[in-house]
């Protein structure tokens, strides 16, 4: 992956440093705006990254100790380390070999009296099937949060994944669509759930420093909980709104490319070649395709470790798939049951460079060398 960036983002940046508003302001509070409207949520809090975002999400129904809240291990670690933060223990489910991502029957496999959440994964810009979540969880009291750090411009059933979610967030560091350096949002559509996370935010304060300065008179604030400092930059944001408004275009070219991916490399998907499965859209919606993966068959006697080295040789960065919390040593100890699924996607996957400028070219050796990794005869290339 590498951002796409330019002047406008530079100059965008320039103007909020002389603009003499550097930290939370005005800039950030338009961000929040734009972002809102394009993801057709109601609200959006601009925080300073998704791992917050997801703190703040907990924190908001009141996750604590002696709480289960039910993560996939196949995530990027922050998901599951969001429970800890609350002192609730994060609960593995396993996913669904076809979207890598929780359903609801690998949920309901694993819910007790103590699920007070599910955090369930957009991953690598995949929609999860949260309405089938939704049905299941509803009814036991159980909130789903959407971990949409990947998902910016992935569509669920004809609207904007995170649309209509209860709490969904999101992320702009540079390995995600669009990036403002680090940062994060909250989106809702419930306003309470806003205001107080407006709250959380900014150390628990009643009225924001912006409020503060636009208000004129002498406003003194007070603190009304212990909260966090997880705010963004007006510098962040001012890059922010110009990324933003390259979304579409971004979303576009990464399916062209992945549509590319998808026909040059059709012969090693077939099941007489190499049998390789690549991501595609589930039938519930669109992949923004903020990761290209392709999943090494069961019956292979190719290393996916192997793969990887015989490409980075040959000058081709890519990248192991998707990573298992519970594998990492940040996790050992921790209980869990049976992730099969979990355990052969992180082990088979491979990503394949995706980025805004890759040229059809490189696609080309991309796609040469990945057929020569795998051992595939000239011939029947
Ligand atoms: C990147 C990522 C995060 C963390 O995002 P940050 O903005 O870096 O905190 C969380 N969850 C998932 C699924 C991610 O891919």
Redesign the pocket.
Known sequence: MKPWLGAEEAEAAAAAVLSGWVAQGPKVAAFEDAFARRVAALHAVAVS???TALHVALHLLDVRPGDEVVVPSL??I??ANAVRYCGATPVFADVEVETGNLSAATVEAVLTERTRAVIV?H?AGVPADVDALRALCGPRGVTVVE?A??AAGSTYRGVPVGADAELAAW???P??LITTG?G?MLTTNREQWAVRGRRLREHGMSVSAAERHSGGGAVVESYLETAFNYRMTDIQAAVGLVQLSKLDAIVRRRRELAARYHELLATVFETDGPGLRPVRDPEHGTTNYQSYWVMLPEDTSLERNDVLARLAERGVSARRGIMAAHLEPAYAGHPHGDLPVTESFTKRSLILPLYHDLTTAEQDTVVEELKAALHVPLAAR
Do not use: I, L
């Open positions: 990254s998704c791992t995530s990027f922050a998901t994964v991953q971990d750090a990947c992320s702009f560091h390995r995600k680090e994060g």
